[in-house]
């Protein structure tokens, strides 16, 4: 299994809290990415990096934000958390192999914001 | 921006053939992706299919693709109660993927 970790694995918060999620990888993979899984949307891609400090935007990127200081930390800030980003959120790594963009995901956190 | 399809739900019986289908509609798309996710995991790559192929079988996984429809299936043969999950496609644009909503297979004797 792809080394991925993902801290906490379950948190419940209030409503206008900040929240930050880490993730954490030992395959020294470039790309890394943040996604939100919500009944009958499948994942969504919220933000993605392709290097250290190298980040963009994805699918639903409003009222996330991200960072990458070092190759094996990827971080998603809720800044002002809200009942709609409760969710579970996935992140995962990529490498160009012989089958493309091959993505590994974490085990996931579970986010309630009350 | 791209759209990926998948139906909701699929039953069998323990021992026949599974078949989840996904429609997308980017025909760019150089590879797709099959993914398993079991209740309480992440995902897990299962098989993946190039572009210029029609067909790619691993064990029980038969993969088709047909370009010119826009349709991807995979088929699991001699299904059994440990293949219940939710299965996802996934097309790469560039360096990212775009999922479907997931097919959650039953599996019941």
């Known amino acids: 299994d792809a080394g991925i970790t993902q801290s906490p694995r379950h948190k419940v918060t209030e409503t206008g809290t900040p929240v930050t999620l880490r993730c954490h990888q030992t395959e020294n993979h470039r790309y890394m990415y943040w996604y939100r899984q919500d009944p009958g949307h499948g994942l969504r891609l919220i933000h993605y990096s392709y290097g250290v400090k190298d980040t963009d935007k994805g699918e639903v990127s409003d009222g996330y934000s991200v960072s990458r200081s070092k190759t094996e930390d990827f971080l998603l800030t809720l800044e002002s958390a809200t009942s709609s980003q409760t969710s579970v959120y996935f992140c995962?790594?990529?490498?160009?192999?012989?089958?493309?963009?091959?993505?590994?995901f974490g085990p996931g956190t579970r986010l309630t914001v009350l | 921006g791209e759209d990926v399809e998948q139906s909701l739900f699929l039953s069998v019986r323990e021992g026949d053939s599974s078949v989840i289908n996904c429609t997308y509609t980017?025909?760019?798309?150089?590879?797709l992706y099959w993914y398993k996710q079991e209740p309480g995991a992440g995902l897990q790559l299962l098989t993946y299919i190039f572009s210029n192929m029609d067909m790619k079988q691993d064990q029980r996984l038969t993969v088709l693709l047909n370009k010119k429809d826009k349709h991807l299936s995979l088929r699991i043969a001699d299904t059994q109660t440990g293949d219940s999950a939710i299965y996802f496609c996934?097309?790469?644009?560039?360096?990212?993927?775009?999922f479907g909503t997931g097919t959650r297979l039953q599996v019941f004797p």
């Open positions: 980017d025909s760019s798309s150089t590879y």
């Open positions: 995962a790594i990529g490498a160009f192999r012989s089958g493309g963009i091959e993505q590994f």
């Open positions: 996934a097309v790469a644009m560039s360096d990212k993927l775009i």
